[in-house]
T-cell receptor, first 112, second 112 residues
Framework: DTAVSQTPKYLVTQMGNDKSIKCEQN?????MYWYKQDSKKFLKIMFS???????INETVPNRFSPKSPDKAHLNLHINSLELGDSAVYFC???????????FGSGTRLTVV | GENVEQHPSTLSVQEGDSAVIKCTYS??????FPWYKQELGKRPQLIID?????GEKKDQRIAVTLNKTAKHFSLHITETQPEDSAVYFC???????????FGKGTRLHILP
């Protein structure tokens, strides 16, 4: 029974396409996040939602648009994909930041 | 905002020896310091954490120390084993903060 699940696990697409990644958590947490992990393994926060409300929007191109239909789901839609968008995208959830995150298994996005 | 520096970026240790990874943080309001382990192709997983009211915490072969005055915290792994090979991330979160800031990671290699 996966706590934080992401789909798809792998995504290969051409430049200029639009794609979505979905995330769901069954932990009852109030806060969900999207992190981007680049080829050097650096984990950088992109967005955070608390109970469906956007609370963090880091300096991310506006081609990236998160959506949270309810507190258990957080999706990421990316328009006009670019080569530099290739990375692993992790969804995470937490009840409070000082109790740590539970990460999803990641989505490896490759833009060709 | 918070900035977390992590050293070294790569560490090779003979099996059975100890490994130490060091981090510094900039925001004196940070009070929660988790450590995550990420095995190849897997998600980051919380392995141990420490809060600012504690100077040291131990869990079997893993220990973390915190020096609030110097804004340093460290991860110590004793009697290293092959399965300890992974990327380790330190992180910090300020009191009441809305996100965890990660260090850039340390790739730990356990040599046979």
């Amino acid at each position: 029974d996966t706590a934080v699940s992401q789909t798809p696990k792998y995504l290969v697409t051409q430049m200029g396409n639009d794609k979505s990644i979905k995330c769901e958590q069954n932990l009852g947490h109030d806060t969900m996040y999207w992190y981007k992990q680049d080829s050097k393994k650096f984990l950088k926060i992109m967005f955070s939602y608390n109970n469906k409300e956007l609370i963090i929007n880091e300096t991310v191109p506006n081609r990236f648009s998160p959506k949270s239909p309810d507190k258990a789901h957080l999706n990421l839609h990316i328009n006009s994909l670019e080569l530099g968008d290739s990375a692993v995208y992790f969804c995470a959830s937490s009840q409070f930041t000082d109790y740590g995150y539970t990460f999803g298994s990641g989505t490896r996005l490759t833009v060709v | 905002g918070e900035n977390v520096e992590q050293h070294p970026s790569t560490l090779s240790v003979q099996e059975g020896d100890s490994a130490v990874i060091k981090c510094t943080y900039s925001d004196s309001a940070s009070n929660y310091f988790p450590w995550y382990k990420q095995e190849l192709g897997k998600r980051p997983q919380l392995i141990i954490d420490i809060r600012s009211n504690v100077g040291e915490k131990k869990d079997q072969r893993i220990a973390v120390t915190l020096n609030k005055t110097a804004k340093h915290f460290s991860l110590h792994i004793t009697e290293t084993q092959p399965e300890d090979s992974a990327v380790y991330f330190c992180a910090a979160s300020p009191l009441g903060g809305d996100k965890i800031i990660f260090g850039k990671g340390t790739r730990l290699h356990i040599l046979p």
